[in-house]
């Protein structure tokens, strides 16, 4: 097989799958949230389903990420979406406490996000792995098929952290605010701007981050305060 006589293609694979180590932290993060609200059972189900779907996810945007992240207001509305599923993963976190309805009853609504929120996160996210397969298919579909059992694994993880230590779910949250934050300041139609002002870029990310902790603790305990009442 080539890839077994080319050392370049090797190379590649490795760079391949190091870059999908260290990009697939706030992808875990994700799958974490969404998945912790479902009975036990179903976690490892949507874990598995939203690793697999994320990374089948990733090949199609490799062929069309630099065309899509060409198109101006786009990350700007994808970023608006990861600050909407970071508000609503914070806001249903008491509820289910309190022995309301969880925000994620379903594992077909949490595989749903799962989905949404990586679509957003891995649009610049793919470009670094097209580089490093140097147009090479058979390396991209490799190195991202290797990749899955890494998301599995930081997922998992996450979810047992989670359920140790809360504030991970707060950090978590944050996280996603910021990746939305950065997503809107790198759209197309505000390269000048942010060009001009490079420090805008983390004010855009640091108040992603606070919004979304803000209006999903708001959320959150408004919905304490109802559940309190009936």
């Known amino acids: 097989m ?11 694979l490795l760079k391949i799958i190091w870059i999908n180590i260290i990009l697939s932290g706030d992808n875990a993060v994700v799958i974490a ?14 874990v598995m389903l939203g690793s697999a779907a994320a990374v ?7 062929i069309v990420a630099v065309k899509l992240l060409s198109l101006p207001y ?4 994808g970023g608006l979406l990861l600050l909407w599923i970071g508000v609503q993963l914070l806001g249903g976190e008491d509820e289910g406490e309190e022995g309301g ?23 610049d996210n ?10 090479s298919m058979v390396l991209l579909v490799l190195g991202l098929a290797i990749s899955i059992p890494l998301v599995i694994f930081g997922s998992s993880l996450m979810i047992k ?7 991970i779910i707060l950090l978590g949250a944050a996280l996603i605010g910021w990746v939305g934050g950065e997503t809107m300041a790198s759209d197309v139609s505000l390269h000048e701007t942010m060009a001009a002002n490079p420090a805008l870029h983390y004010v855009a990310a640091a108040i992603g981050a606070v919004l979304v902790v803000a209006i999903g603790k708001l959320l959150a305990n408004r919905g304490r305060q109802q559940a309190a009442q009936h």
């Open 56 to 62: 089948v996810l990733r090949i199609v945007l490799t």
């Open 74 to 77: 786009l990350q700007i509305i």
């Open 126 to 135: 793919v470009i670094a792995v097209a580089a490093a397969a140097n147009g």
């Open 101 to 123: 309805g969880k925000q994620h009853s379903s594992l077909a609504s949490a595989v749903r996000t799962i989905l949404i929120a990586d679509l957003v996160m891995s649009l």
């Open 2 to 12: 080539e890839i077994l006589s080319n050392p370049d293609l090797w190379i590649g």
């Open 161 to 167: 952290l989670m359920n140790r230590f809360p504030i």
């Open 33 to 46: 949230l969404a998945a912790r609200a479902l009975p036990p059972d179903q976690q490892k189900k949507a």
